[in-house]
């Protein structure tokens, strides 16, 4: 069975950090680009940050470029989000996702999906 399990939101004050971990099980994770998504009431999710199979491709959008850093450990078979320096608008549910293929995970395609982790940032 397949599971992407994300942890680490929670409250933080602007300028503060939260590192965020998924977990994944059921597929063999090395074979698959991750990616980092997230998503607001009213609003479409959105790709923020992506990492291919073997961590030499990343890809930040604009807004998270400089504060936030993506990495993962295929030998434990987790992907990480290190988020420092987060504004009010960073506020948001959290989703991690995997698909084989590059471009498809950046347009928001994936095979699997998380259950979300929330990610709430007071100014």
């Known amino acids: 069975q397949v599971r992407l399990v994300e942890s680490g939101g929670g409250s933080v004050q602007a300028g503060g950090s939260l590192r965020l971990s998924c977990s994944a099980s059921g597929f063999t994770f090395d074979d698959f680009a991750m990616g980092w998504f997230r998503q607001t009431p009213g609003k479409e999710r959105e790709v923020i940050s992506a990492?291919?199979?073997?961590?030499?491709?990343?890809y930040y959008t604009d807004l998270v470029k400089g504060r936030f850093t993506i990495s993962r450990d295929n030998a434990k078979n987790t992907l990480y989000l290190q988020m420092n320096d987060l504004k009010s608008e960073d506020t948001a549910m959290y989703y991690c996702?995997?698909?084989?293929?590059?471009?498809?995970?950046?347009?928001?395609?994936?095979?699997?999906w998380g259950q979300g982790t929330q990610v709430t940032v007071s100014s």
């Open positions: 990492i291919s199979p073997n961590s030499a491709t990343t």
């Open positions: 996702a995997a698909n084989r293929v590059w471009d498809k995970l950046l347009g928001g395609v994936s095979n699997y």
